[in-house]
T-cell receptor
Framework: AQSVTQLGSHVSVSEGALVLLRCNYS??????LFWYVQYPNQGLQLLLK??????LVKGINGFEAEFKKSETSFHLTKPSAHMSDAAEYFC?????????????FGKGTHLIIQP | SQTIHQWPATLVQPVGSPLSLECTVE??????LYWYRQAAGRGLQLLFY??????ISSEVPQNLSASRPQDRQFILSSKKLLLSDSGFYLC????????????FGQGTRLTVV
């Protein structure tokens, strides 16, 4: 069975500061890893994904994440926060070749941007 | 390009009333289709998924049911709503093989009163 732990249900950063959202996973096989963003009362939008290859993955809106197998982590970062980054962020893992039937989501982290 | 439509966006229903939420996908054939429910602080819970017309798998026993009458149509239903059915419902699709992410609709906010 696979699982995802997102540390911190709420994270607050100042505008212009570094954003770090933590995600740890467990999986019995090499995982596929995803970060999604959700704005209020909207669906989820894919930010980035790791399948194979380069462990540092770049996504939309200046976000990136690094797959660290030894730490079973896939933390999301952005060098400089913008007010428009305020949203809910979900980490997800799949070990069945992808597709939503194999996706397990974390509980989400609400990112708050302070002016 | 592929699009997914989900409606209504918001719904307020009395306890004991029926429910029907509809989701349609355009621009792809034979997608995997999914219904998720999102409760505050609890992440996304997969309710149902379908790999083809008439094929429904339920992940969590509950007061809800799903149907797939057409290739790109997925319906979430209930005969009698409970207060605990309140939440944010999301429809999603993915390619049967080859793709690795899911594409989500805009969601339906259901409040049972």
């Amino acid at each position: 069975a696979q699982s995802v732990t997102q540390l911190g249900s709420h994270v607050s950063v100042s505008e212009g500061a570094l954003v770090l959202l933590r995600c740890n996973y467990s999986s019995s096989v090499p995982p596929y890893l995803f970060w999604y963003v959700q704005y209020p009362n909207q669906g989820l939008q894919l930010l980035l994904k790791y399948t194979t290859g380069a462990t540092l993955v770049k996504g939309i809106n200046g976000f990136e994440a690094e797959f660290k197998k030894s730490e079973t982590s896939f933390h999301l970062t952005k060098p400089s926060a913008h007010m428009s980054d305020a949203a809910e962020y979900f980490c997800a893992v799949s070990d069945r070749g992808g597709g939503a039937d194999g996706l397990t989501f974390g509980k989400g982290t609400h990112l708050i941007i302070q002016p | 390009s592929q699009t997914i439509h989900q409606w209504p966006a918001t719904l307020v229903q009395p306890v004991g009333s029926p429910l029907s939420l509809e989701c349609t996908v355009e621009g792809t054939s034979n997608p995997n289709l999914y219904w998720y429910r999102q409760a505050a602080g609890r992440g996304l819970q997969l309710l149902f998924y379908s790999v083809g017309i008439g094929q429904i798998s339920s992940e969590v026993p509950q007061n809800l049911s799903a149907s797939r009458p057409q290739d790109r149509q997925f319906i979430l239903s209930s005969k009698k709503l409970l207060l605990s059915d309140s939440g944010f419902y999301l429809c999603a699709w993915s390619v049967v093989r080859g793709e690795t992410e899911a594409f989500f609709g805009q969601g339906t906010r259901l409040t049972v009163v």
